[in-house]
T-cell receptor, first 108, second 111 residues
Framework: KNEVEQSPQNLTAQEGEFITINCSYS?????LHWLQQHPGGGIVSLFM???GKKKHGRLIATINIQEKHSSLHITASHPRDSAVYIC??????????FGKGTLLTVNP | DVKVTQSSRYLVKRTGEKVFLECVQD?????MFWYRQDPGLGLRLIYF???????EKGDIPEGYSVSREKKERFSLILESASTNQTSMYLC??????????FGQGTRLTVV
């Protein structure tokens, strides 16, 4: 079993919809990242969380340390949000473990 | 405001060539990392370095080596590139877990 599980693997939405992507992990962590990767593009760090909630524009990330769960929300989704969203955790060692990613497609 | 810079966004190399992927950070971070990303497998750790001249193998070090002569620079070396090393390569650096940054990635194609 992977240490980091994301759901769904693929998500298709209509422009304007509210999007939620989930990340569950099975080990104790120091922090969690949400990353974004556009098709053929590089990887951009959206958020780094160790507790609570962060907001940046239309993006909101939450984490529940006790439940070992994080969510990434996108409000008023737009076609330019179409990308792969990746959850990654810092464990107790030096390793950063990545989820397999969620492919989001937002149709106009 | 770029903090972690990978020397190339796209590279095309021939089989058997020696390939250097460079990563530079300007934040005085001790820890630096190299990952590769493949469809269906996600991102996997190749090597990491926790200080100058210090290195540790990650999950998939075969076919790679690294160099960290200066704190700001961490190089990934493919001694003899092969087609199965065609991939996206990602560098990261951190001082603590709450201060970690990623490069933009290098897409390497070996033909």
């Amino acid at each position: 079993k992977n240490e980091v599980e994301q759901s769904p693997q693929n998500l298709t939405a209509q422009e304007g919809e509210f999007i939620t992507i989930n990340c569950s992990y099975s080990v104790g962590i120091s922090a969690l990242h949400w990353l974004q990767q556009h098709p053929g593009g590089g990887i951009v760090s959206l958020f780094m969380l160790s507790s609570g909630k962060k907001k940046h524009g239309r993006l909101i990330a939450t984490i529940n340390i006790q439940e070992k769960h994080s969510s990434l929300h996108i409000t008023a989704s737009h076609p330019r949000d179409s990308a792969v969203y990746i959850c990654a955790i810092w464990g107790s060692n030096y390793k950063l473990t990545f989820g397999k990613g969620t492919l989001l497609t937002v149709n106009p | 405001d770029v903090k972690v810079t990978q020397s190339s966004r796209y590279l095309v190399k021939r089989t058997g060539e020696k390939v250097f992927l460079e990563c530079v950070q300007d934040m005085d971070h001790e820890n630096m990392f190299w990952y590769r990303q493949d469809p269906g497998l996600g991102l996997r750790l190749i090597y990491f370095s926790y200080d100058v001249k210090m290195k540790e193998k990650g999950d998939i070090p075969e076919g790679y080596s690294v160099s960290r002569e200066k704190k700001e620079r961490f190089s990934l070396i493919l001694e003899s590139a092969s087609t199965n090393q065609t991939s996206m390569y990602l560098c990261a650096s951190r001082r603590t877990v709450t201060e970690a940054f990623f490069g933009q990635g290098t897409r390497l194609t070996v033909v």
